[in-house]
Structures are given as C-alpha cells and as structure tokens.
C-alpha cells in the first residue's frame, strides 16, 4: 500500500473581487463577487514507503499547495488524501507524528527562543523520550552542525542556520514521510551541499521524501522518480534518469588540441555538430545530438585532423529538459 496518496485532488481557492479603488471596493460591497483560482486539479499521486520524488513545476503551478493538502493544513474542494491509510484530519494526531515538513520559506520555530528550547517544546508536543531525542539531535549535528546553534535565539539565526535548525524541527519527531518545500532557497553552496547530504541520508534510512525545488541540482542524484505539475495538473510522473537519458539529447565535447585547426575544418568534418572555439587557444567545443553520433565518433574524427591532448564530455543537466518542458517546447509522454 502506497504511504501516500491522493485521489482527484483538488483545491480551488475564492477570493474577493474588489476590482480597483475606492469604487471598486464600493461596488464589492454592494454585489460581492469573487475570483476562484484552481490551484490543484485532479491530482493523482501514489508514493511508496522509501521513494524519493521530486515535485516540480514553475512558479504558480501548485507545488505548496499539493504539499499543504498532502499534510493536511489544507483541506480538499474535491478528492481526497490518505497517508499511511489515514485521513489527515480526521487521524490528525495519528498523521501528525508520521509526516514532517519544512517550508523553506516560512520557519516553524519560535522567534524569541534559543534553538534548542523550539526543539525541545517540539519533543514535548511529540512526547520524544529522552533518549531518542539525545540521539536524533546527535545525528542533526554531525551533518547539520546543529550543535553550535542550538543556543541561538531564533531571530538571530543567519538564513543557512535557520534552514538546518527547522530541518531538525521537521524530523525530531521521527516522521516516516518528510515534505521538503524549497529547502535551499537562499542558501550558499556549502550550506546547500550540508543540507543534501542530509536529505540523501533521509533517503538512505528509508523515510519517504517529497521534494519541491526550483533548484534542480537538489533533485539530482537524490532523487529517482520526478512530478512534474502545470497550471495544477501532473504533466508528467516517471523516472528522472529516463526522462534525462531519453531528452537530453544534447553533448558537449570540450577538446584541446595539440596544434591549431582552422574552424571551418573541424566544422566541415562535424557536419551536423556546432564546433566554436573556446576561450583559451587550442580549445574547442563541439555540440551535437547524441542520437546522432556518439561521443567516440567525434573524437575519432578530430583526432584524424590533430593530436589530441586532452577532451571532456559534458551532459546537460535535467534542468535543460525541464526549462523546456516549461516553455512548452518539449512535451513529455505521461
Ligand atoms: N491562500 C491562497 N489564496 C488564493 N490563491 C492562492 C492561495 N495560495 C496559493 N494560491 C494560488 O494558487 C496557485 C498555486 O500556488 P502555489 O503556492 O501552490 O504554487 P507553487 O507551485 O508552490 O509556486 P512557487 O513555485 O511560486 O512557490 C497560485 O496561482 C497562487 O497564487
């Protein structure tokens, strides 16, 4: 049985229609009208005990909304949510101590206590014993470096302190789901490096992870299954490596040759390739579709033109494959 699910889910949001100024706050008075918004439609999503999804989507599409339904703070205009077989609000409680979540952009902390008194309230609203508690935030620190800011007050934690404490705040109740929402916004990179290590060891534990990112580099090597959501739809639910294997068609090979090789040479040997120099002398890069010849081929062939001293190859990233699927170049099957 899936650990999560959601069935038709739907959220429709009203809100008042003023329309503008002071005439148009008039006339809401006088005929109340309102705007609805769907901001998730007919979701159908089923996770398994352990995986780790990606949920993405552009700005507006409906991630922190699915993300709130699936927790229960928001309840559905249509469909339903069982977690573990239970209903959000109904099994509140019961829900409340299987799921975690951290929205990157809000904190769940208490502003004028230190660190460890938030987390400590949290063990008590939890009922953590003692011991598992100890050991739960010995674990936060070694990767998360907790230790140092446990005496912090909140208000005074720097943004990449504030995200590992309220990391630990979603997980020191020991949830076997965990809901991260933008959990690296704003961060540094070696902040950000910290913070993925951590999910990958979520992972690793087996605790299922919904993660939603506009950071693709967060998903990558994380997480196997990807989501994507448009406009409240699911556009596509499927395997992150095939999509990149199967669309990111584009290579890069970088080379640097022993001697120069007039462009146009190289150009007319690599019909079909974009050969342009790069910044350094004797240095190229040539982009071409891997379905269309191989990264082999194409050293075969400048190496029948020069020696070689050294080449790479670079793969684009799945967030080249999903840029265009957002800009509607690219339709993925469902
Ligand atoms: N409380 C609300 N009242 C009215 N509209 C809302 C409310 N919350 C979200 N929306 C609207 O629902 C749509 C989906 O919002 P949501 O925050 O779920 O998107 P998102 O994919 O998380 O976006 P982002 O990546 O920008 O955070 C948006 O059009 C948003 O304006």
Not at 79 to 108: K, M
Not at 159 to 169: E, F, K, N, T, Y
Not at 180 to 191: F, S
Not at 269 to 292: I, M, Q
Request: charged share 30%.
């Amino acid at each position: 049985m899936p650990i999560v699910e959601a069935r038709g889910l739907t959220k429709v949001f009203r809100r008042p229609d003023k329309g503008t100024g002071l005439a148009g706050s008039v006339k809401h008075l006088l005929a109340r009208r309102y705007v609805e918004k769907v901001a998730v439609d007919h979701v159908d999503l089923s996770i398994e005990a352990g995986e780790a999804v990606a949920y993405v989507g552009p700005n507006g599409a409906g991630k922190s909304t699915t993300v709130k339904l699936l927790c229960g703070i928001l309840v559905p205009t249509e469909g339903e949510v069982r977690i573990d077989g239970l209903h959000p609000q109904r099994d509140r409680t019961t829900v409340a101590h299987r799921i975690g979540v951290l929205f990157g952009q809000r904190t769940q902390l208490w502003w004028d206590l230190p660190v460890a008194e938030s987390l400590g309230v949290l063990r008590d609203i939890y009922q953590v014993d003692h011991a598992t508690y100890r050991k739960r935030l010995a674990r936060f620190d070694d990767v998360l470096e907790l230790g140092e800011i446990l005496p912090v007050i909140g208000r005074k934690l720097s943004l990449g302190q504030r995200m590992r404490a309220d990391l630990a705040a979603a997980l020191v109740h020991g949830p076997q789901v965990v809901y991260l929402d933008e959990p690296t916004i704003g961060l540094d990179l070696a902040v950000k490096d910290r913070v993925r290590e951590f999910f990958r060891s979520l992972r690793d534990e087996g605790i299922t992870v919904m993660l939603t990112s506009h950071d693709l580099a967060d998903i990558e090597g994380f997480c196997r299954r990807l989501v994507i959501i448009d406009e409240g739809r699911i556009i596509f639910d499927g395997d992150l490596e095939s999509v990149k294997d199967s669309f990111a068609r584009e290579r890069i090979l970088h080379v640097e040759t022993a001697g120069p090789v007039p462009l146009e040479t190289l150009r007319a040997s690599l019909p079909g390739a974009e050969v342009t120099e790069e910044e350094s002398p004797l240095k190229y890069a040539v982009r071409f579709d891997r379905f269309a010849m191989t990264a082999g081929q194409v050293v075969t062939v400048l190496a029948t033109l020069t020696d070689l001293v050294d080449f790479r190859v670079d793969e684009p990233s799945i967030e080249d494959v999903i840029r265009r699927v957002y800009s509607g170049e690219l339709v993925l099957p469902r």
